[in-house]
């Protein structure tokens, strides 16, 4: 799958001139890197916005084309409004073929239906990481990740150790030494309101039985003498005057 930008270059900078521009259904951003200078460009709304309908946009390649020159970028950043449907800003950083990127992929889980955690056991598959930040040349760059779970059980988790990554693909989190993470990915967990593996009656050991050696014998209801019968404990004692 390919993606094409099509965008022009943007004279007026500053806020009014961006405000101006999305009143007439452009969105402003700014193209860097690649040893060349910053550039300030518009795109289009709805073409864009259509662009990032699709998963595959921000973990490709993207062609720009600008005065009739193409170059390839990869989305760095998108601001959003916050409650309407509408592209406030891109930027876009230019990418060479020799040198590697780092993007973050998404990842797609298999055989959630048929784990043995979730069809034996009756367990919630939990998607604690849904992206990974990658290392690549631009040709090797993934659009999404695998993760096979189909064997998984309850409680046991998948690690980002334990993923079959492509060839010439490094998981960026384990580019930092010793500092690197082995963060859990994906884990079958109960859901919730299942029952408990604990009875209530096994929840607090000895609970109604009598304790071997407290007391010589049974105390009845009515004893007076049964003041530290469990009825009485922690009320006062009556007085001699009732």
């Known amino acids: 799958m390919e993606f094409e930008l099509n965008a022009e270059k943007r004279n007026e900078s500053g806020t009014p001139a961006s405000r101006k521009g999305r009143h007439t259904g452009q969105v402003p951003g700014v193209v860097y890197g690649g040893g060349k200078k910053t550039v ?7 073409e864009l916005r259509h662009s990032l309908d699709n998963e595959a946009f921000y973990s490709h390649v993207l062609s720009l084309n600008i005065a009739g020159k193409t170059e390839k970028v990869i989305l760095r950043d998108i601001q959003r409004h916050p409650s309407k449907p509408r592209i406030l800003h891109l930027d876009l950083q230019r990418i060479k073929e020799d040198e590697k990127i780092r993007v973050f992929v998404p990842l ?102 009598e304790v071997e050696g407290e007391g010589e014998g049974e105390v009845t209801e009515g004893d007076p003498d049964a003041s530290d019968s469990s009825e009485a404990k922690g009320k006062p004692e009556p007085s001699e005057n009732n």
């Open 40 to 46: 300030s460009i518009v795109l289009k709304h709805d």
């Open 108 to 209: 797609h889980f298999l055989g959630e239906d048929v784990a043995p955690g979730v069809k034996l056991e009756g367990g919630t598959v939990s998607h604690l990481i849904t992206e990974i930040e990658v290392l690549c040349l631009p040709v090797d760059l993934p659009e999404y990740i695998e993760i096979d779970i189909s064997e998984m059980e309850l409680g046991a988790p998948l690690h980002l150790s334990e993923i079959n990554m492509p060839e010439s693909v490094e998981i960026v989190e384990f580019a930092h030494g010793e500092d690197a993470q082995d963060k859990p990915v994906v884990l079958i967990t109960k859901k919730r309101g299942a029952a408990s593996e604990i009875e209530p009656e096994e929840e607090v050991e000895g609970e109604g039985e």
